[in-house]
């Protein structure tokens, strides 16, 4: 009798500028892959995004002779979504795992958000606005800014989700093949996830309890974000009204 084969997950972490978080980010790695049940295979994928540190440096250093792990480098920062984006045309993966380089949120949730994978789930996130989720030390004005545009995008969406804007997510691959974003920038993370739900997809969250970072600095530019998440819901509204594409 054959052996069933694996189902493969690929686990894709941007980094920039993420030296003094790297050996944080092994240990949890090697954790969790550890970790998962004996029906999955994983890859990693790293995308260096422009990093001028020694990031590079660093993950060549741990991972370069692992198989399973891949190393791509922008030469120049591109943004997240770009970064994003390589790491899925690289991914060989039915299921996509994205992940911050920065373990805000543990890797140890991975193995429970693929138990919340079903026939009818297409997309797991974590959700620290959950009513059963938590923040932690998180400085007070991105909880206002990150919590109050999930809320709108729940009131436009009418969907039920909590949480918009966490990137820790895994995804069934025909989500990502079918839908698509042209944001470069961070506006992807929301974006997909929004599309997706209007394209029927459905969504499950996971309480989870977002931390601040304990190493390196935050990338986000605090006028950009509020302009590009207005301007997101100016588009979602657009096409609920007039049916023009998103």
Excluded at 150 to 160: A, H, T
């Amino acid at each position: 009798m054959a052996l069933k084969e694996k189902e493969t997950i690929s686990i894709i972490v941007p980094c920039y500028n993420e030296e003094a978080g790297i050996p944080q980010l092994i240990g949890q790695l090697a954790s969790v892959t550890a970790s998962l049940p004996s029906k999955y295979a994983s890859e990693i994928i790293f995308v260096d995004d422009g990093s001028t540190d020694k990031t590079n440096e660093l993950l060549q250093q741990h991972f370069a002779s692992n198989p399973a792990v891949k190393i791509i480098k922008h030469e120049q920062n591109q943004n997240l979504g770009a970064a994003l984006k390589t790491g899925f045309t690289h991914a060989r993966g039915g299921l996509i795992a994205t992940w911050d380089s920065d373990c805000t949120y543990p890797f140890s949730l991975l193995p429970e958000m693929l138990q919340l994978l079903d026939k009818n789930t297409h997309i797991v996130t974590v959700s620290p606005y959950h009513p059963q989720g938590k923040v932690e030390n998180v400085p007070a004005w991105r909880i206002f800014l990150s919590k109050s545009s999930s809320m709108m995008y729940k009131f436009l969406l009418n969907s039920g989700i909590y949480t918009h804007g966490a990137m820790v997510r895994v995804y069934k691959r025909e989500v990502l093949q079918n839908v698509h974003s042209e944001a470069n920038n961070f506006l992807y993370v929301p974006e997909i996830l929004i599309k997706a739900v209007l394209n029927g997809y459905k969504v499950k969250e996971i309480p989870a309890t977002l931390r601040v970072r304990q190493f390196g600095v935050s990338k986000m530019k605090l006028l950009n974000t509020i302009k590009s998440h207005l301007n997101l819901m100016k588009r979602i509204v657009v096409f609920k009204t007039l049916g023009k594409e998103l």
